[in-house]
Every structure is written in C-alpha cells, then in structure tokens.
C-alpha cells in the first residue's frame, strides 16, 4: 500500500473494543483499515460542508437529516469506495426501499389507492 505510516498509541482496553469490533465485523479485514475509516469518517463529519448540505436540503419537501451510527457510516462509506453505490443518498435510499416498499406493502398501497378512487367517484342522474 502507498502511503506514510504513523504510530498511533493505545491504551489495552482500547485494543480489546478494537479487536473484538474487527473480530465482529468482517468488512474490517484489520486495524489499519479500520482507523482509516474511523479518522476519515469522524473528519469528513465535523467539517463545515455541511453547513451549506443542510442548506440545500431544506428547500426540498422530502428530505429527511438524519444521524447515522458510526459503523454504519463507514460501511457505507465502504461500499461507496467499492463502486457498490454512487453516493451516501443512494446507499440510504435503496435501504429504505427494501425495508419499506416490500412487495406486500406495494399491494396494500395499490389496493388503497383503488378503492379510494372507487368511493370517490359520484355518479350523477339527470
């Protein structure tokens, strides 16, 4: 791998949550790869960018901010790396589809939808 190496100090209690993250957590094949993610996840979260994000999000009626665990962050972060999703939005997006726009929820919507327009249509005599 290119890049500089640095020592970073840990106390033991450190070590045994980091190894046993890791031993958990197979898409952290190791410590370095871990820090990694975790100095660049908690960077990329404090620098002022943001601010203008939530700028722009708020003129749109269907956004939603929200704080996501740090693990999920950078499993996400991860696949974004990997080429799996374009952006951050598209890896919540698609998670929420599969949660929420199950196929038995898309028939119940669909059946909803078609018995109001069944009782909302008034027949008038002349």
Do not use: W
Not at 58 to 63: A, G, H, I, L, Q
Not at 81 to 93: C, F, I, P, Q
Request: glycine content about 2%; charged content about 30%.
């Amino acid at each position: 791998m290119d890049g500089e190496r640095i020592s970073l100090r840990l106390e033991q209690e450190d070590l045994v949550i980091l190894d046993d993250f890791i031993a958990n957590h197979p898409e952290f094949p190791n410590r370095s790869h871990l820090t990694r993610l975790a100095i660049r996840a908690f960077i990329e979260q404090n620098e002022a960018p943001r601010q203008t994000e939530t700028a722009e999000r708020s003129s749109k009626k269907n956004v939603v901010q929200i704080e996501v665990p740090a693990l999920a962050y950078l499993t996400i972060e991860d696949f974004i790396r990997a080429g799996v999703y374009n952006s951050m939005e598209d890896a919540v997006v698609e998670c929420l589809r599969e949660k929420f726009i199950t196929e038995e929820t898309r028939a119940k919507i669909l059946h909803q939808q078609a018995e109001s327009i069944r009782t909302t249509v008034e027949v008038l005599d002349r």
